[in-house]
């Protein structure tokens, strides 16, 4: 197997060493492959079918089933169907734990694929890698999902903290921010992005001028919106989901007090864009692609928005279109492997993922055996009208 040692990167990498003696991995003679049998492999997905980001997490696992369905109505992999388990967790890390236990140790998964959010991942990973079962493209860009080094990791978005970089760098130099607020969730998910902004607001010597702290359930946020006023802030960078988020721009709105707001990956939802009232007008987020709108012209993109539309009753969202290419991604992965479908073989083709490309015009994936951060590639977008709009067509960095 791979050596996993890289030099310019040993702070990071040192967890995965022990991991490559895991037996899951190990052996000529092995037995059988858990998840995988004669006629099926078990993928499972801990996600939120019923909490405060159900919005995502059930768009997500819609177009996977969709994508698996399609794949299993032409004959599977190598003979093989996939066998999809979705198992609700409501964005609640106990409910998590709960779930993914169920998938790994009852339903014996092969890999989890488009699991989130971080809290929950990060809650769960352990046990995971324990039992040699892979996270394939959580829906989280935690850096913790690919960090340290790991043959059961692989992230498929550029991260939370390259994300508010990339935002405080921009709004510095583009449009004069001087003093950044940081309001966030006071979880693993909120904590990556606050790290971000910090170190950008560090790196060019800008001013922090206000940080407030919030729950992923909390439904008042007066008292932080408040602080971000009396702080100064001309730009507020936020590490809220969806329904906070919009929460938040409707209070800084009843206040009368307009800087610049700008979110990350969590917000870059089309249920912030259309809601109510247009709270969101002028509201920027980082994204690690481009949303795709059911009127795109292409043909691919419309062939699948409008079968989704047809199954689902609803469009699809940018969630949606991230869990389809992830998905058909990974049937890739699986059809490169082989026949001889196990740990080691599953690795090697996950690391030969190469400038891969969906349909949605997103960014390239690339995974090698010393780097499993598919992407990291930030694109910014503001709410013009109810939709997301590109400020510029190419990825930011910082």
């Not at 481009?290 to 689902?312: G, I, M, N, S």
Request: charged residues 20%.
């Amino acid at each position: 197997m791979h050596d996993f040692r890289n030099p310019s990167r040993r702070q990071v990498i040192a967890g995965a060493v022990g991991l490559l003696a895991a037996p899951a991995i190990i052996g000529t003679a092995r037995a059988a492959t858990r998840g995988v049998s004669d006629t099926e492999i078990i993928i499972g997905m801990m996600t939120d079918l019923s909490g405060v980001t159900a919005v995502q997490g059930s768009n997500a696992a819609n177009s996977i089933r969709m994508a698996f369905d399609d794949l299993n109505a032409k004959g599977g992999i190598h003979g093989r169907k996939i066998r999809f388990i979705v198992e609700d967790m409501e964005y609640q890390v106990p409910k998590a734990v709960q779930a993914m236990n169920k998938l790994v140790n009852r339903d014996d998964i092969f890999l989890a694929m488009s699991s989130g959010g971080t809290p929950q991942m990060d809650a769960v990973l352990p046990m995971m890698l324990e039992k040699g079962v892979p996270s394939v493209f959580p829906l989280t860009c935690a850096r913790s999902m690919y960090l340290p080094l790991s043959p059961y990791k692989y992230g498929q978005f550029s991260s939370y903290y390259d994300q508010m970089r990339a935002c405080v760098k921009y709004f510095a130099e583009t449009k004069g921010s001087k003093v950044i607020g940081s309001l966030y969730q006071d979880t693993d998910f909120g904590k990556d992005i606050h790290a971000g902004i910090v170190a950008q607001v560090e790196a060019m010597k800008l001013k922090l001028g206000a940080v407030a702290v919030s729950r992923p359930t909390d439904t008042d946020f007066n008292t932080q919106v408040t602080r971000m006023k009396e702080g100064g802030c001309d730009l507020v960078c936020m590490g809220t989901i969806v329904r906070d988020t919009i929460i938040v721009l409707q209070t800084a709105h009843k206040m009368g007090w307009n800087p610049d707001f700008c979110g990350q990956f969590a917000t870059y939802s089309t249920a912030v864009a259309e809601a109510p009232g247009e709270p969101a007008e002028g509201f920027y987020s980082m994204s690690p692609g481009l949303y795709a709108y059911p009127d795109d012209p292409r043909p691919a993109v419309h062939e699948v928005t409008a079968r989704y539309k047809q199954r689902f009753g609803i469009d699809i969202n940018y969630l949606g279109e991230a869990g389809y290419a992830a998905a058909c991604c990974l049937i890739e992965v699986l059809q490169r492997a082989g026949r001889d479908l196990n740990p080691d073989s599953f690795q090697r083709s996950m690391e030969g993922v190469k400038d891969w490309r969906d349909i949605f015009g997103g960014p390239p994936l690339t995974i090698t055996s010393t780097d499993h951060h598919a992407s990291n590639q930030s694109f910014l977008s503001v709410v013009k009208k109810a939709r997301w709009t590109p400020v510029v067509p190419e990825p930011l960095s910082y």
